[in-house]
T-cell receptor, first 115, second 108 residues
Framework: ETGVTQTPRHLVMGMTNKKSLKCEQH?????MYWYKQSAKKPLELMFV???????ENNSVPSRFSPECPNSSHLFLHLHTLQPEDSALYLC??????????????FGPGTRLTVT | GIQVEQSPPDLILQEGANSTLRCNFS?????LQWFHQNPWGQLINLFY???GTKQNGRLSATTVATERYSLLYISSSQTTDSGVYFC??????????FGAGTRLFVKA
C-alpha cells in the first residue's frame, strides 16, 4: 500500500458503543493528524502527533481518545459519542515543521454516523 | 488567529470553461496548499505553493505572499474537476488552517 490508508471507510455506531478508527502512513513521515469535517464546515484540526508525542489537542472532548504507538500508525478511540459527532474523520501525515517541504497528505477518510 | 477566506463559495461552469479561485489570508504564512476534495471525500494534493507560480497540466497556482493571497487557475474544465477546492495555510508549528472551500460543479 502507498500513501495514507484509513479503516474502516464507513462506520455506524450507537451512542453507547466503543469503536476505533485506524490510520497508517507509508510515506516515512514523522507527524500525523486527525481532522474532523462536518457538513458545511471547514476541516477542523483535532490532534497532532510528532514522533509519537502529542503536540496539539484542539479542545477536543474526552470521548475522543487518540493513540499513536509509532510514527506510522494513528488511532482514534471513540466512546459514548453524540449524534453531532457524525462527520468525516480524516487522517493526514507530513514531515515535521521546520523540515523542507512541509506538505500534508490525507487518507480517504472514515465516514462516521452516530445513531 | 489567522483568517482564511476563499471565493467564490460556489461556482458552476460549462465544460471547457476557465476559472479562477481565490484564497486570501490575514497574516504571513510559512506554507500554503491547494487541495481538491472529490465527491467521495478524498483530499487530493494539487499544489504546495508558499510563494511563486506552479503549473500542472490544466491547473496552475500563484501565491503572492507579500499581498497575502493565492490563486488557483483551472483551464478547459472537465466534469471530473467537480468537487470542493480548499486552500490551507500554516503559520508555523503544526496548526494548519483550512478555508471554507469553493464548491465547483462542471456541467457536461
Amino acid at each position: 500500500e502507498t500513501g495514507v490508508t484509513q479503516t474502516p471507510r464507513h462506520l455506524v455506531m450507537g451512542m453507547t458503543n466503543k469503536k476505533s478508527l485506524k490510520c497508517e502512513q507509508h510515506l516515512g513521515h514523522n507527524a500525523m493528524y486527525w481532522y474532523k469535517q462536518s457538513a458545511k464546515k471547514p476541516l477542523e484540526l483535532m490532534f497532532v502527533y510528532n514522533f509519537k508525542e502529542q503536540t496539539e489537542n484542539n479542545s477536543v472532548p474526552s470521548r475522543f481518545s487518540p493513540e499513536c504507538p509509532n510514527s506510522s500508525h494513528l488511532f482514534l478511540h471513540l466512546h459514548t459519542l453524540q449524534p453531532e459527532d457524525s462527520a468525516l474523520y480524516l487522517c493526514a501525515s507530513s514531515r515535521s515543521p521546520g523540515q523542507d517541504y512541509y506538505e500534508q497528505y490525507f487518507g480517504p477518510g472514515t465516514r462516521l454516523t452516530v445513531t | 488567529g489567522i483568517q482564511v477566506e476563499q471565493s467564490p463559495p460556489d461556482l458552476i461552469l460549462q465544460e471547457g470553461a476557465n476559472s479562477t479561485l481565490r484564497c486570501n489570508f490575514s497574516d504571513s504564512v510559512n506554507n500554503l496548499q491547494w487541495f481538491h476534495q472529490n465527491p467521495w471525500g478524498q483530499l487530493i494534493n494539487l499544489f504546495y505553493i508558499p510563494s511563486g507560480t506552479k503549473q500542472n497540466g490544466r491547473l496552475s497556482a500563484t501565491t503572492v505572499a507579500t499581498e497575502r493571497y493565492s490563486l488557483l487557475y483551472i483551464s478547459s474544465s472537465q466534469t471530473t474537476d467537480s468537487g470542493v477546492y480548499f486552500c490551507a495555510v500554516n503559520t508555523g508549528g503544526f496548526k494548519t488552517i483550512f478555508g471554507a472551500g469553493t464548491r465547483l460543479f462542471v456541467k457536461a
